[in-house]
């Protein structure tokens, strides 16, 4: 039986998330993402203009006349949501853990697509792989998608993301829109990051929280690693301490979204403080811009 809580909160991110993706999202959806190519839909009389190339030679024949091919965009597509179940996804201070921000920003995704008639998918890791979901249509199958999520009890506490992303380049079938939904707290060997992207349309959407740029000053602290259980004890009175955090925290990052530029990639950032439906519409009509320019 679902616990009584997670009951509650399925039925508010059903009720919030799905429409806001119906009313906010889903257009820009549409026109952020290509369809898988174009296939032929019937023959017209030939107009000036037309180019010569799609001339239907067959129907041209037949109909002692000149016409030319019209194709359709084939729009189904398959989006993989890739979440990132490990220890560091408990953490959080501005009201939820990032976890549970996961959850909010996979719901509208996986929302947005069924909208527009595309399969969703689910792979949940951490240090292994938890689970996996395989693509499927329809709004049960969305919500099935957010319980596995919300209600997941991982083995594993590290993150392995080389390990999600090798199993992504594996998936097989067409070329899927995969999001990996993660605070890319762990290693990403290189070609295992080449690989997923040359064979999917990969989004790194990295979740954060505002409180891990800034270690608040309270004097002697014993701070927790999430993933490793390790204690140390720090001095959070210390400025150097304190900036030297700040620092690595904002050179991993910056190391981090260079990597992504070289192979290519829209990325998405989500704080604790962002309002997730309009950075997805911000990133859905930046990503339409890119591809009109050729990106």
């Known amino acids: 039986m679902i616990p009584r809580e997670l009951v509650k909160k399925l039925r508010r991110i059903e009720i919030v998330t799905s429409r806001l993706a119906q009313e906010q999202l889903a257009g820009g959806y549409h026109s952020a ?4 190519g174009m296939t ?3 023959a017209r009389p030939y107009q000036p203009g037309d180019d010569v190339r799609f001339i239907d030679w067959n129907a041209s024949a037949r109909m002692n006349d000149a016409f030319v091919k019209v194709f359709t965009e084939e729009r189904e ?3 993989m949501l890739a979440v990132d179940l490990s220890g560091s996804q408990r953490f959080g201070t501005q ?13 509208l995704l996986a929302f947005s697509a069924i909208q527009n008639g595309d399969r969703v998918g689910l792979l949940l890791f951490t240090d292994r792989i938890e689970a996996f979901v395989p693509p499927k249509k329809g709004r049960g199958h969305v ?5 596995q999520i919300l209600d997941a009890k991982p083995e594993g506490r590290g993150t392995d993301l080389s390990l999600a992303l090798d199993k992504i380049a594996r998936l097989g079938g067409r070329r ?11 290693e990403m060997k290189e070609r295992a990051l080449a690989l997923a992207a040359n064979k999917h349309d990969l989004i790194p959407v990295e979740i954060v929280d ?3 740029l800034e270690i608040p000053d309270v004097g002697l602290a014993l701070l927790e690693d999430l993933e490793t259980g390790e204690l140390v004890e720090v001095d959070t009175s210390d400025p150097a301490f304190r900036e030297a955090y700040r620092q690595s925290f904002l050179d ?4 981090r979204a260079a990597r992504f530029r070289r192979h290519r990639l829209d990325t998405l950032v989500i704080d604790s403080e962002t309002d997730a439906v309009e950075a997805l519409g911000d990133f859905f009509r930046a990503r339409k811009r890119r591809m009109r320019v050729g990106r």
């Open 176 to 186: 899927a829109v995969t999001f990996v939904l993660s605070d890319f707290m762990g």
């Open 210 to 212: 505002s409180r891990e």
């Open 40 to 42: 032929y839909s019937e």
């Open 143 to 147: 919500m099935r998608v957010v319980t």
């Open 95 to 107: 009201g939820g853990s990032k976890a549970e921000r996961v959850a909010e920003v996979a719901a």
């Open 77 to 79: 597509m398959t989006v």
């Open 252 to 255: 991993e990052r910056k190391a």
């Open 33 to 36: 993402f290509r369809g898988l």
